[in-house]
């Protein structure tokens, strides 16, 4: 269950950025990737894990998204949080529209830090393939809902286990309400979310899903109601059930 407490702090995107660097890194390419990390620093020790990992999950993103993206993301593995303008061992922030991404990157080597640098390639990932995101919900729940699993046991399923077992949930109706989003309880709000979208992108697919990706909140439902054909409690009872199957044992639909 580490991973839970990841999910709060996993990122947002800001869109622009980031602030200007220094120039002390070293820059490692894989194909789609240029890594910036420390000289001698754990990042630069083990950028060859982190190149095999996010090469990984851009090829899981995209297949899932449905589109190709072949832009280069930038990003900076700082190996303490105040460098990076961060505050905690596991923070990282996304930066679309640069297609830069920068995160802490300390020990240990584990899921978690898979994770992390996972979840802010698919904020630049998700952006470039389908625009900008309409709600909060949709912005941070998608980063993880498209999470690969191979190098790391803390995506999709380990989400849909989680919240099939987590009591207080914030309705979807909450969730997708941007004036209620900074109230609501991080680790709930983050999981419940990427739970919630990775059901309908595994039972629905990408096309319904793109109707609603940039709905604003007040748009949301109607939106919603109009490519899935549920409303919104509708949809949750569905999702619920789902993830409540997924623990008993029974097969994906």
């Known amino acids: ?97 640069t297609q830069t991404f920068k995160l802490v990157a300390s020990p240990p080597l584990d899921g978690n830090l898979f994770v ?22 949709v912005n941070e729940g998608l980063a993880s809902a498209l999470l690969s699993e191979r190098y790391h046991a803390f995506g999709p399923s380990f989400l849909h286990r989680w919240c099939a077992q987590t009591a207080g949930l914030p309705s979807i109706r909450d969730l997708a309400d941007d004036d209620r989003w900074s109230g609501l309880d991080y680790q709930r709000k983050y999981n419940g979310s990427a739970s919630f979208l990775a059901f309908l992108l595994e039972t629905r697919g990408i096309e319904p899903f793109r109707h609603i990706y940039g709905a604003s909140s007040g748009q949301f439902a109607d939106r919603f109601r109009e490519a899935y054909g549920l409303d919104l409690q509708e949809a949750e009872t569905e999702w619920k059930a789902f993830i409540a199957g997924l623990v008993a044992g029974r097969p994906k639909p």
Do not use: K
């Open 1 to 97: 269950m580490a991973a839970a407490a990841l999910m709060a702090a996993a990122g947002c995107a800001r869109f622009t950025g980031p602030s200007p660097v220094d120039g002390d890194w070293h820059a490692i390419e894989t194909p789609h990737f240029t890594l910036h990390v420390r000289p001698g620093s754990f990042a630069e020790q083990h950028a060859a894990v982190f190149g095999e990992v996010l090469e990984d999950q851009h090829a899981a993103s995209v297949a899932r998204l449905g589109a190709a993206y072949e832009g280069r993301l930038l990003g900076f593995f700082y190996s303490f949080p105040g460098e990076g303008g961060l505050e905690n061992q596991r923070e990282g922030v996304a930066y679309p529209l």
């Open 116 to 137: 992390l640098m996972s979840h802010e390639a698919n904020h630049v990932i998700a952006r470039h393939v389908l625009g900008r995101p309409g709600t909060s919900f």
